[in-house]
Every structure is written in C-alpha cells, then in structure tokens.
C-alpha cells in the first residue's frame, strides 16, 4: 500500500512558478506509476501528467506540455511537478497518485492524496 502526502501549493501571480511534492511512503512507491491530477470547482477531475517507474517515460496534458514538468526521486520517494508560466485556468486542488500503468485514466490509479490548492491570479 502507498500513502502519498501533497505540498507546496499557494497563491502565485500569473506567469509565476511554483513546485509541488508528493511524498510517498510505502514499499511499493519505486514499482508504481505516478501521476499529477487537478480538480477546478464545478469540474472533473483531469489528467495533468505522469511519470514511469524509472522516470524516462512522461505525459502531460496538452495545455501544460512545455510548461510543467513532472520527475521523480525514488530515493526520496517523492514525486514533483514544477510548473512555470502559470496561468489562472491552472487553478484547481492538485492531487498525486499511484498505479500500475502509465495512463491519463483516474480510474487506473489506486492510491490517492488529499490534494494542495493552487491559486493563479490574474
């Protein structure tokens, strides 16, 4: 089983940077398939990207694709997304999970955390 803990959400002004972590604790950690998702009010929740086992393999969500860039330590057993050039459609709870497969489904993912708000404003 993974328990995963979300930070480093907040408020940042539009074009600013911010980087989340998602820290896991559990042994199967370096065997899953990690994934950042986002929850806006009054929408689904979305894919935003995800990052294989050993960390060479990455997708994103086409509208955050050269903005956001999602790695791995499995040493530390975190997971982080640095996103730049942030924009307030980006605004929504950020949530890490964990599965087996390399996929945008949240369906897939069988470990969830509780999710870091972020803010950009306009």
């Known amino acids: 089983q993974v328990q995963l803990v979300e930070s480093g959400g907040g408020l940042v002004q539009a074009g600013g940077s911010l980087r989340l972590s998602c820290a896991a604790s559990?042994?199967?950690?370096?065997?899953?398939?990690m994934g950042w998702f986002r929850q806006a009010p009054g929408k689904e929740r979305e894919f935003v990207a995800a990052?294989?086992?050993?960390?060479?393999?990455?997708r994103y969500l086409d509208s955050v694709k050269g903005r956001f860039t999602i790695s791995r330590d499995n040493a530390k057993n975190t997971v982080y997304l640095q996103m730049n050039s942030l924009k307030p459609e980006d605004t929504a709870v950020y949530y890490c999970?964990?599965?087996?497969?390399?996929?945008?489904?949240?369906?897939?993912?069988?470990?969830w955390g509780q999710g870091t708000q972020v803010t950009v404003s306009s």
């Open positions: 559990g042994r199967t950690f370096s065997a899953s398939v």
């Open positions: 990052i294989t086992l050993s960390g060479s393999i990455t």
């Open positions: 999970a964990a599965g087996k497969y390399n996929t945008p489904y949240t369906g897939a993912y069988e470990y």
